[in-house]
């Protein structure tokens, strides 16, 4: 009889997947093609839950801006980003709050002299190299996409690579200009959100040396050490070192790590708040899953429960996921980070001079 309930429970979950996969987009709202072991019926649930949330921010959000085309920053504003920006103003928000607006508007043709500018051959088939690999399952981003975002990838890359001769071009930026491109629809602003990262709010993350990378990993191995001790304990018994588990992490932004719609809520705060939000978001992964990750019997345990971590239910769920990652991991002074980058940063130079 219990076979029978099973075999019947299991035909009607597929037929109701099978009906969620009618109702539900091949396609996301962003362009990405669903996988083939993509679960409808799960995300449908999630979505009729997440769609309200979206309904009751997008009225708070229209009537915070009036039609305004310009946004303080504020105590209030800080509170409306953490809940989550709406697609339809988030490229307003970005460019305000990291001070992209402010360039792109002191520096009116900057971007097209630099498209116009004699170009270096070795970057531009550098990044000519990594087009086709920069988002593969993305239609917005194949040759047979009216538009194709491939040539304003192509040129934002381009025109950054001449702009920041230090950094140029490396594996990574690819991936944060393409996200950048499908948010603001807009060259010109994808070029100065990109400035905005790469120069100020993660300086060195790029760079040929990638101190600051380097520098924020150990940074996130001592906040471990400090707030989940058991955590940092597995990795040394183990002899990992976090490069190895969380080095994509940081240098793709969370980018093909956690789903796209928690992606672009970890950076609504990235943008406003600055780099603090990827310590909150690796710790609250960490932290939540402890438990899995000192089960490791091995060093590739350890990489495996880490990859284990950025899937499922809990990141899935972008909104209450959010909301962890400013209580779960407690209080985080940018005091206590930038001492704590001060000392990984010199133990670094020493180690590789």
């Known amino acids: 009889m219990e076979k029978n309930n099973k075999a019947t429970n299991h035909r009607t979950r597929s037929a109701v997947d099978g009906r969620a996969k009618d109702r539900v987009d091949r396609v996301d709202p962003y362009g990405f093609e669903r996988s083939e072991d993509f679960d409808y019926e799960s995300y449908e649930e999630l979505m009729s839950e997440y769609l309200v949330v979206l309904t009751r921010r997008t009225i708070k959000w229209s009537k915070l801006l009036k039609g305004k085309g310009k946004v303080q920053k504020n105590v209030k504003l800080k509170r409306y980003v953490r809940k989550g920006i709406p697609n339809e103003h988030r490229a307003l928000i970005w460019m305000a709050a990291s001070g992209a607006q402010d360039q792109l508007e002191k520096n009116p043709g900057y971007y097209q002299s630099l498209l116009g500018a004699q170009h270096d051959p070795k970057l531009a088939e550098t990044i000519c190299t990594d087009l086709n690999r920069t988002f593969p399952d993305n239609i917005l981003f194949r040759k047979t996409s009216s538009p194709c975002l491939q040539k304003a990838l192509n040129n934002v890359l381009l025109a950054y690579g001449h702009h920041n001769q230090a950094v140029g071009y490396c594996q990574g930026m690819n991936f944060i200009a393409g996200y950048l491109l499908i948010i603001t629809k807009d060259e010109e602003k994808s070029f100065w959100l990109m400035d905005a990262l790469l120069s100020r709010?993660?300086?060195?993350?790029?760079?040929?040396?990638?101190?600051?990378?380097?520098?924020?990993?150990?940074?996130?191995?001592?906040?471990?050490?400090?707030?989940?001790?058991?955590?940092?304990?597995?990795?040394?018994?183990h002899n990992v070192m976090w490069t190895l588990v969380v080095s994509r992490w940081f240098i793709c932004l969370y980018i093909d790590i956690l789903p796209v719609e928690t992606v672009l809520r970890i950076w609504d705060c990235l943008f406003y708040e600055g780099s603090k939000i990827l310590f909150r978001v690796a710790l609250t992964l960490i932290h939540h899953n402890q438990a899995l990750i000192q089960q490791a019997q091995s060093l590739p345990d350890v990489c495996q429960n880490f990859k284990q971590i950025t899937h499922g239910p809990f990141v899935d769920e972008c909104h209450t996921f959010m909301q962890k990652i400013f209580t779960e991991p407690g209080s985080l002074p940018m005091a206590t980070l930038t001492k704590l980058r001060a000392t990984c940063r010199s133990r670094i130079i020493a180690e590789e001079s």
């Not at 101190?211 to 040394?236: A, H, S």
């Open 201 to 237: 709010i993660l300086p060195d993350y790029y760079s040929p040396a990638m101190l600051g990378l380097k520098t924020d990993q150990e940074v996130l191995g001592e906040l471990v050490k400090m707030k989940i001790p058991r955590v940092w304990q597995t990795m040394v018994d």
